[in-house]
């Protein structure tokens, strides 16, 4: 069955990086695009970026752009979101998302503390 595991949240200090993985097993993962989403407490899951299944072509939230970067390993089944920049609003939980025939799959979640 499709499984999705992100790791490597934390808590950081403003102007802080991470970098989230998300491991996927289950499907043929370079055949899908793949999606990371947060949630801020409070607050309604949103879309933070795409990327295609070869891996060319990314898109982001105005949010995120320019300080935020997804890239994937297909050779690892792997997709990463490097996080720049972070600010206080940036706190959330992030979760790796893909689609896969009608059904949507996403992972539990890594939580991301962003502050001073």
């Known amino acids: 069955q499709v499984q999705l595991v992100e790791s490597g949240g934390g808590l950081v200090q403003p102007g802080g990086s991470l970098r989230l993985s998300c491991a996927a097993s289950?499907?043929?993962?370079?055949?899908?695009?793949m999606r990371w989403y947060r949630q801020a407490p409070g607050k309604e899951r949103e879309w933070v970026a795409t990327i295609t299944a070869a891996g060319g072509e990314t898109n982001y939230a105005d949010s995120v752009k320019g300080r935020f970067t997804c890239s994937r390993d297909n050779a690892k089944n792997t997709v990463y979101l490097q996080m720049n920049s972070l600010k206080l609003e940036d706190t959330a939980v992030y979760y790796c998302y893909v689609r896969y025939y009608l059904q949507n799959y996403w992972g539990q979640g890594t939580q991301v503390t962003v502050s001073s």
């Open positions: 289950g499907f043929t993962f370079s055949n899908y695009a």
